[in-house]
């Protein structure tokens, strides 16, 4: 008979009995260790959180307590450290493909990232598979000013549509693995990004001044 802890992970509580639990806690220290030298560590593992929290959600249904075999399962899902060495470089920064790395089908979000208004248009533009949200941009506007009716449809998607929020949202918006790999790779690519713009608002600012 084995004890059982209740955890909260990804803001969802849990009860885990005592060998999964111990388990899950090394995983996710080893992917803190993993990522210890990334400037987003700590948002790639809060991002690997969510994502396994969603997971043991889907799995349990009606049963109330994880068990091993849950944690094995989602570990094997998720990818383990010593799979992502390459011998020259992390492979959650390579394009190699790996035998979990299946698509799964794209979910339908807002792009909190590539928004003008609510990010209706870049999430139903990564959605339906097209690169530039600009041609989505152009149908609403076309519906807006040559049929009159734009508006609508654009804020009642704006209301039922959920807005990509997760690294794991993000990725199944454009229906790739939510992985570790994955997971990596976006947050890392978000970071990227906001230095960018950080530094041009820095030069901006100096310019001005």
């Known amino acids: 008979m ?13 009860t885990i009995d005592d060998d ?4 899950l806690d090394r995983y996710l220290n080893s992917l803190e260790d993993y990522f ?22 889907e799995r349990l249904k009606k049963r ?27 492979a959650y920064r390579s394009t190699a493909r790996r035998p979990l ?21 870049a999430g139903l533009s990564a959605y339906i598979g097209i690169e530039d949200p600009v041609w989505m941009r152009l149908v609403f506007g076309l519906l807006f000013f040559g049929a009159g ?12 549509m959920p807005e990509a929020k997760t690294s794991g949202d993000k990725l199944a918006m454009r229906g790739e ?4 790999s994955n997971i990596a790779k976006t947050v890392e690519e978000e970071m990227q990004n906001l230095g960018k713009q950080i530094s041009k608002f820095g030069k901006g600012f100096k310019r001005k001044n």
């Not at 084995?2 to 849990?14: A, E, H, M, R």
């Not at 999964?20 to 388990?23: L, S, V």
């Not at 210890?36 to 959600?57: M, N, Q």
């Open 149 to 160: 009716i734009g508006v609508i449809p654009y804020i009642i998607l704006w209301i039922v």
């Open 64 to 90: 109330r307590i994880v068990n091993l075999k849950d944690v094995n399962s989602i570990i094997d899902m998720m990818g383990r450290p010593e799979q992502f060495e390459d011998g020259t470089e992390t």
């Open 177 to 180: 693995t939510a992985n570790v």
């Open 2 to 14: 084995n004890k059982t802890i209740d955890i909260n992970l990804g803001g969802l509580p849990f």
């Open 36 to 57: 210890g030298d990334s400037e987003g560590c700590k948002e790639i593992v809060a991002d690997i959180e969510d994502r396994i929290a969603e997971l043991f959600k």
């Open 101 to 121: 790395d299946i698509k799964t089908g794209k979910r339908l979000f807002r792009d909190p990232d590539d928004k003008i208004v609510g990010g209706v248009c």
């Open 20 to 23: 999964a639990y111990e388990k």
